[in-house]
């Protein structure tokens, strides 16, 4: 993959809180339609979202049990996401902070997230045609 | 590849981190070589004029014993050769325009943002 | 002349920051740059024909590019011929396509 095609993200939210989770998400969706090659340092909160203890749950206040009510998991997306890059034969790599996770004590993660840290996200921005951030509030 | 690191937020997770986590993580990544420049902006502003170090927060028998030492982390920053920069505007808006800079904290006006945007290659916005 | 793109997410009636974040863009666009706005989240609700933004009508007027999000109004049931005039329908892959064309991309 030529570094041309490399776009770095850098994400904070944890799951369940933000809209911002929602567009960080389809943004990647939308860099793996362009054939772009995906790196995405989570950082703080964000580190969660590949939490694998993530479970979906039923909703009485929908009527829906949890197989009906298919509750939305961001590991989930997240594995989504590996495999449409899979399909695609471009690359979608994912490092959480290090640190981040142990605090959050979400050490157990989906198979294709890795840990790292702050380095890591300058190596990505360095190798990247281009890095966004997206914070939290 | 320079990069401006745009501060807005400040004493978000102060208190628990016992840092700035965006002032952390531009010191890591200063060490790790990066090329950076820093923009405090918003309520970030503040850690250009503190003096002192975060209080400890105390809850029941639990008493912090290492809180933030935000004037620290900024000096050790600036001494790191990262340059940081603070918005007039937003010190003034903030009762703050009269305080002594902390060493090294350059003050920039409003419409000389567009200016510094320009001497970068990217802008990460916190 | 370098190329801006900003993902505007905060809006004015509940973020004060955002008036700053319009000023800028403002800014950018009158030293000479080519600078757009993508609106998502609540950053489409001043989209609205008739919503009261003073920031995002000025850059209009002074006819800086501005996009809004499909997903965004589509949740807020929001139509084309709702928004002001020459604001613009797009999904988020103009995002990708100015960072692949090394624009400054940046998050408000």
Redesign the interface.
């Known amino acids: 993959m030529s570094h041309d095609r490399i776009l770095t993200f850098a994400f904070m939210e944890p799951p369940f809180e933000s809209e911002r989770t929602i567009t960080f998400f389809r943004l990647l969706d939308a860099a793996l339609d362009r054939d772009v090659d995906v790196r995405v340092f989570a950082y703080e909160g964000a580190v969660a979202l590949a939490f694998a203890h993530q479970q979906p749950h039923g909703n009485a206040m929908h009527g829906r049990d949890s197989g009906e009510e298919a509750h939305p998991l961001t590991k989930d997306w997240i594995r989504a996401l590996q495999e449409k890059a899979k399909a695609k034969r471009i690359g979608f790599e994912w490092i959480n902070c290090g640190l981040c996770v142990d605090e959050r004590g979400v050490n157990d993660v989906i198979d294709g997230c890795g840990r790292g840290g702050p380095p890591d996200l300058w190596r990505y921005a360095s190798e990247a045609r281009n890095t966004l951030t997206i914070g939290t509030r | 590849m320079n990069v401006l690191q745009v501060i807005d937020q400040a004493y978000r997770t102060t208190t628990e981190e016992q840092d700035d986590t965006i002032l952390w993580l531009t010191r890591s990544m200063r060490g790790a070589g990066g090329d950076l420049t820093v923009l405090l902006s918003g309520h970030a502003v503040h850690y250009a004029v503190l003096r002192r170090r975060q209080p400890a927060l105390t809850l029941g028998q639990w008493r912090q014993t290492q809180p933030a030492e935000l004037p620290r982390d900024i000096a050790e920053l600036v001494a790191s050769g990262v340059p940081v920069y603070a918005v007039q505007e937003d010190l003034e808006e903030r009762g703050l325009g009269q305080l002594p800079l902390q060493g090294g904290v350059r003050p920039i006006a409003r419409h000389a943002l567009p200016g510094l945007y320009e001497q970068v290659d990217q802008v990460w916005q916190w | 002349m ?1 190329k ?1 793109l900003f ?1 505007q ?1 905060q809006d004015p009636f509940t973020e004060s ?1 955002a008036r ?1 974040q319009f ?2 863009i403002g ?2 666009h009158e ?1 000479g ?1 080519d600078v757009s706005v993508l609106l ?3 950053g489409v609700t001043p989209a609205r024909r008739g919503a009261r933004g003073e920031g995002l009508d000025q850059l209009l007027n002074r006819e800086v590019s501005i996009y809004a ?1 499909v ?2 109004l589509e949740q807020r049931e929001l139509d084309e011929s709702d928004l002001k005039d020459r604001i613009i329908v797009s ?3 103009i ?3 100015a ?2 064309a ?7």
């Open positions: 370098s801006y993902i997410s920051r700053h000023e800028l800014q950018l030293a740059h998502v989240q609540n999000d997903f965004s999904g988020l892959h995002i990708i396509d960072m692949l090394r624009g400054k991309v940046i998050w408000h």
